[in-house]
């Protein structure tokens, strides 16, 4: 189970780290090409519609070809070695964080660590401070998956220097407001809900069958993520525009760009120009990488618990000993 557990205690909180940081690296390589394609629809100004010429992709099947065509098979995992040390990072803090958090909570108020409402809490403050941890990171891989052909940046080391040195060490920052704004409802949405379906799925499920453990798991989370994403997708757009700021003329091939003077400017920007369905462009691919992430975060995640706890185990140490 997610969560401090006084019960069944059975990681510590390092090794929460471990097993956070383990699911978010298996689950990056997985899902990179849905958000390839999510950023892609985010930042594109013009309406996705194939009834619009101007406008360079139109829905999931034509962008993938048209990427495809274009870019080559790699450019589905573009950015991905930032996007790495971002999941593993964030992995990391956010499930320490939570597991420390849920203690806290039941040793130190009248709250339970299960609680649904401690989950909702105590998950939205566990992603806000893994995003400021890993937010240059995060600016970094938008980078890389928004820029097309020729490339601006070469690789990781030429885009930091590059950008520090045009731009300023703020520029690495670009977005965190609305970073945070956006992750503390999703993150905190997101464990709520896995919770809640969790303690629906015992309740609905026969105890007997305990070997469903991770198809359990694995919808749960897939089932929170879209659910937590849905309610706060227009935040995540709205950052997506703000961290490719200042990135403008690697911009140029995708079709229109803009200048964006920062969170409240680009909402006013985006409603006089695209209209309210401009912020929930790119929601398709969001949903489905929603989907598979967010199930298999949570699927991983409870798996290598299971698996460090196993080490743990007296049976194991009779094993190594013997």
Known sequence: MVGYDPEGRCV????????????????RVLVSPLDVLKIRFQLQIEQLSSRNPTAKYHGMLQAVQCIFREEGLTAFW??????????????????????????LMHNFTSFKAQDSLVHLVCGGLAAGAASVAVQPVDTLRTRFAAQGEPKIY??????????????????????????????????????????????????AIPAEAKNGAGVRNLVCGSCAGVLSKSLTYPLDLVKKRLQVGGFEHARAA??????????????????????????????????????????????????????????RSPESTKRKEG
């Open 154 to 203: 070469l690789n990781l080391r030429h885009a930091v220097v590059t950008m520090y040195q045009t731009e300023g060490p703020g520029t690495f920052y670009r977005g965190l407001t609305p970073t945070l704004i956006a992750v503390f409802p999703y993150a905190g949405l997101q464990f709520f809900f896995y919770n809640i379906l969790q303690q629906f799925s015992k309740w």
């Open 78 to 103: 573009k950015g991905h070695v930032p996007a790495q040390i971002l999941s593993v990072g964030f992995g990391a803090v956010q499930f320490m964080t939570f597991e420390s958090l849920t203690e």
């Open 12 to 27: 510590s909180t390092a090794e929460a780290a471990v097993a956070g940081s383990a699911s978010g690296l298996v689950t």
């Open 254 to 311: 995708f079709g229109q760009v803009r200048t964006y003077g920062g969170f409240l400017d680009c909402v006013r920007q985006m409603m006089r120009e695209e209209g309210p369905g401009g912020f929930f462009k790119g929601l398709s691919p969001s949903l489905l990488k929603a989907a598979f992430s967010s199930g298999f975060i949570f699927f991983w995640y409870e798996l290598f618990c299971s698996l460090l706890c196993t080490m």
